[in-house]
Each structure stands twice: as structure tokens, then as C-alpha cells.
């Protein structure tokens, strides 16, 4: 047992934060501040990955910092990190490495599914080496490809999140297919969920096995919710894509617990809608805003 | 328009080497050749991960030297590159210039899937910065976390390969799941593969756009052809897994083309069959035995 329950130490974050904010690290070169930008000028780096990584360290390490209070949880999109190839994952390492250090549960959106064998490298890759607590995982290949990161999830204080039912509009395509016995094939999805976090159930009813369920889709929201008692809900889409505090809390239990919600964009790049602020005081504002306003839609306030 | 197109690139390959072989570089310490290992002294590096990179470097240059005229395409499975950090994703990267330097196609066996967005920066990574000819993408995002991908088929000479039924024993849990309208998920799943292709059709018949199927579900596999003509496969599940020539020329069109078959662990390190072999010599001769018994059961022998 390397850490606590997973589950267990985002709950508890949520209540001492009381925040249900996870800020999505998901940085873009083309969307960053000038004045960050301007700190990180051409001629002093070797080439353009090398300059780009210097400016999203930058950034990121300010907002981690300056986030501490809002967010219980940081959110690592890994590929806006490969698209600068080994800089570029140096530099996730070195995120996941500066959020822990900071406090934050850290959530490597890395989304990966394979075999049992290659599930096992993926596992010892994000969980054991770059040392998140929790990873977002494809549920495609079944039990067999799962195994090595629930086998982290029982003994080792990990977390998963399963895509269940994810934000965008493509999603409906295979997600939402009627099945034979009735129910939506994202409903399956949510039974084996269901099935394989049966053994790490934590402290306060919740289970290190969680599932991504988009906050796009609150009426799919709120029936999965219903489905899946004891799991956590890692809710994409708040802000930028368009779900509502209202349309989220639907993902919440009867305590107003048991979901965290994620919002990259419109927290990282919030300057571009405030023009007389600072980024960083309007990255800040954004989040306070989007936790008062979850923490009022839980009938928390 | 960077390169030709990938479906002619791949067929002609077929035709020139005589081989659908495919070998799949998952490097494995454990598993590694006693000379290998010996070669690289723990005391010689600074830590674990340098070491094993250089051990791996070492290994896949000698086998991609080695295999040039049996294999067609190296399909790269990046998990066991991820699991020594940023230095495995370095090997990572000059493996794949290595290969493509020595004539080969190389598939990133990435796996990756992700909405739009997300998407679009994996694409960089994967085929704009690393450069890989193809990469192995999970469709459970729909169209539009596929696009970005897409858009390279249709216009950068870039192949893809949708997992449509994957080689391990849980794939039946999702993939297999009867829907109302009568048929499996799989082949809604290939249905999505042909109209994704629709604009990616080349000069020998096949498109930029292709299907994992697992050799390991023959008769599933013969539907599947049967489903998606034009759709190149990339067949894995040989050798180590089970698959035998016989299975996986189902997958074949009545030409004996259209599907490339991959063998990871059967090759890499067949010398554990084979004591009395060099390892190299071990590789070889089991990659060429696998390329005659596939040239056979395609009928062109």
C-alpha cells in the first residue's frame, strides 16, 4: 500500500477545499498570455519544443501555484505535452512531479486502453514511474487490459477514471448504440464499471475505480449517476464545451459529493475574456467563480 | 501532399518483399537476450531507465538491420517506450527514424483517442513530429475526435488502423455486445471504418483508412473482411498469441493482399526457443518461417 484510497483523498479534499474544481492542464502555445509569450523570446531557445516547454512550465507552475485554493485536483491533458515529443514529456513528468509537491491530486488524462501485457507497461508508465494518483483509462479492451491498472487501484492508492460517456458530440456515434437486451451501450459500460471497482470500495462509500461522464449530457449525467452509486464521476465539459453548474450538479450524490469537475480553457485562457486583468488574477477569478458556483448547485452554500 | 499514399506504400511493399510480415517492437527488459544485457553493465549508467533505453537501442537497431527483407512494416507499441519516461519517449522517436531510414513503414501503436481538440495534438505528435507513417487510433470517441487524423489520410499520405476487434480475450465484453438493430458492435464499429475511408482510396484499391483485426477470432475476421472491402487490416495476435497463418489468411482479400500481420514477442525473442541460436539468427529465421507460412496460406507460393 504506497498511498491512501484514492477516492477517499479526493472526497476529502473536496470537503477541505470545499471546492469540486479540477482545473484541466491542457496548454496551447497559440492561447497563451503575451505576457508569457513575451518572457520567451525565440532567439534565446534552441528550437521551437525546447521554447514552447520553457513557456508551458511558465505558465503551468504560476497557475498550480496560484490555484492551490480553488482546484483539489489538476488534470494533465498528456497531449498537448507529446506534441513536443521527449521535451515535451519531460515536461509532464516534471507537472505531475510540481502538483503532488503543491498538494493537488494529480489525474494524467492519458486515456489509454491495450492488452494486458502493453495495459501493464501504460500502468508502471503513468502510475509507478511519472507517479500520478489516477489515470483516465478506454474501457475497450475489457477486463483483461484493466487488470494491471485495478490491480493498482485495490493495493496501491490509485485511481481510474473508465470513459463511460465522454462530452463531445461524436460521442453518441458508438457510446449511445441500443443494445439487443435494451439498455445504451454506455449503460453496459457503466455495469462492468460497476463490477470492476468492487474491491476498492474506500472510507466514505466511494471506489478508486471512477468513470469520465461528460457534463454535456446532464439527463445521461444524472440516470448514470443513479447506476453507479460509490463511483466517483470525473465530469469533462464545464466551461469551453458548455456544461452548466446546474447541469453538472446532476452528477452529484444526495450530499452533494462523489463528483469532481474539470474545466481547462476557459480557467487557463480566462484573460482573453477579461482584457483589463492580469491572466493570472483572471485564471484565478474563473476557478473561484466555477467553485461558488458548484458549491451553490450542490446545495452546499 | 507529404508522401505517397499509405495503402500503396504498404501493398507495394507486400508485392516487392513477398511478406505481410510485421514486426512489433515491444521491448522488454525481462526478456531481453543475455548477450544484450551483458553489453550494458548496471555500473555503465547513470540510472535504471538510461540503462534499459540503451539495452533496447541497442537490441531494435540490430533487429531492424537484420529484418529489412522479411519484414514490410515495424509497428512500434509506444507503452513499453512511455515506461522509461522521457528517456524511453526519446528512444521512441529515433527508432522510428531509424526504421523509416531503413525503407520501413512504421505504425506508431499508440492507441490514442480523445475529443477534437485533444486529437489534433496527438496527430502532431505522432505523425507530424515524430513523423510515423501510421498510427493505431481508438474509435470511441466518434467522427469527431477521429478527424484530425483523418484529414492526414486524406491529404499527408498518413494511414490509420481503427480498432475494430482487438486480439485479447476480454474484447468480447464491449466489442462483441449484439445490438437492437441485429448486429454485433464490431461491426457497427467497421461500418464507421468504411465511411471514415470513403476519401482515402488509392491506386491498388485499398484506402488510407484500416482496421486492427485479431487474428486470434478467425471467423469474426472473415466477416470483417468480407464487411469492409478496400479496408486494409493490420492483424495482430500472431505467434505468441496464437494466431496461425491459416486464421489470419482469412483476412486476406482473393488476391492475398489487403492485410499485414504482426508478430512481437514469437520474433524478438524466438532465441528463448532456440538455445543453440544466436538471438539475432534466432529472430531471423523465425520472422522469415512466419513470412513463407503467411505467403502460403495467401496462395502465392
Redesign the interface.
Known amino acids: 500500500m504506497g498511498e491512501a484510497h484514492f477516492a477517499d483523498r479526493l472526497l476529502e479534499a473536496v470537503e477541505r477545499k470545499r471546492s469540486h474544481v479540477v482545473v484541466g492542464f491542457?496548454p496551447d502555445f497559440a492561447l497563451l498570455p503575451p505576457e508569457i509569450v513575451a518572457r520567451h523570446p525565440e532567439e534565446a531557445y534552441i528550437n521551437h519544443e525546447v521554447r514552447k516547454a520553457a513557456a508551458y512550465r511558465d505558465f503551468l507552475s504560476q497557475l498550480a501555484e496560484a490555484l492551490v485554493e480553488e482546484a483539489v485536483a489538476v488534470k494533465i491533458?498528456i497531449?498537448?505535452f507529446?506534441?513536443?515529443?521527449?521535451t515535451?514529456?519531460?515536461l509532464?513528468?516534471e507537472v505531475v512531479h510540481l502538483c503532488r509537491e503543491l498538494g493537488y491530486l494529480v489525474i494524467a488524462d492519458v486515456?489509454?486502453?491495450?492488452?494486458?501485457?502493453?495495459?501493464e507497461?501504460?500502468a508502471?508508465?503513468?502510475l509507478d514511474?511519472?507517479g500520478a494518483d489516477a489515470v483516465t483509462v478506454?474501457?475497450?479492451?475489457?477486463?483483461?487490459?484493466?487488470e494491471p491498472f485495478l490491480r493498482r487501484a485495490r493495493q496501491e492508492g490509485k485511481g481510474l477514471f473508465l470513459?463511460v460517456k465522454?462530452?463531445?458530440?461524436?460521442?453518441?456515434?458508438?457510446?449511445d448504440?441500443?443494445?439487443?437486451?435494451?439498455e445504451p451501450?454506455y449503460m453496459?459500460?457503466a455495469a462492468?464499471v460497476n463490477r470492476w471497482g468492487e474491491e476498492t470500495q474506500g472510507r466514505h462509500g466511494y471506489r478508486a475505480v471512477g468513470a469520465v461522464v461528460g457534463g454535456t449530457h446532464p439527463q445521461q449525467g444524472e440516470v448514470l449517476r443513479a447506476a453507479m452509486p460509490g463511483v466517483p464521476f470525473l465530469v469533462p465539459g464545464y466551461g469551453a464545451q458548455g456544461a452548466t453548474a446546474e447541469a453538472v450538479a446532476k452528477m452529484l450524490d444526495a450530499r452533494g459529493s462523489g463528483a469532481v469537475v474539470n474545466s481547462a480553457r476557459a480557467i487557463l485562457y480566462a484573460y482573453r475574456g477579461q482584457p483589463q486583468s492580469n491572466w493570472l488574477d483572471a485564471a484565478v477569478a474563473e476557478a473561484k467563480a466555477m467553485k461558488e458556483a458548484l458549491w451553490k448547485a450542490a446545495g452546499r452554500a
Chains 1, 2 share one sequence.
Not at 474501457?139 to 484493466?146: E, M, N, S, V
Open positions: 491542457d491533458q497531449a498537448y507529446e506534441a513536443l515529443g521527449s515535451g514529456y519531460s509532464y513528468e486515456k489509454r486502453g491495450d492488452i494486458g501485457s502493453t495495459a507497461a501504460y508502471t508508465a503513468h514511474e511519472v478506454n474501457p475497450y479492451f475489457g477486463t483483461d487490459g484493466l470513459l465522454t462530452s463531445n458530440p461524436g460521442s453518441a456515434e458508438l457510446q448504440l441500443m443494445l439487443a437486451s435494451g451501450f453496459r459500460v462492468l
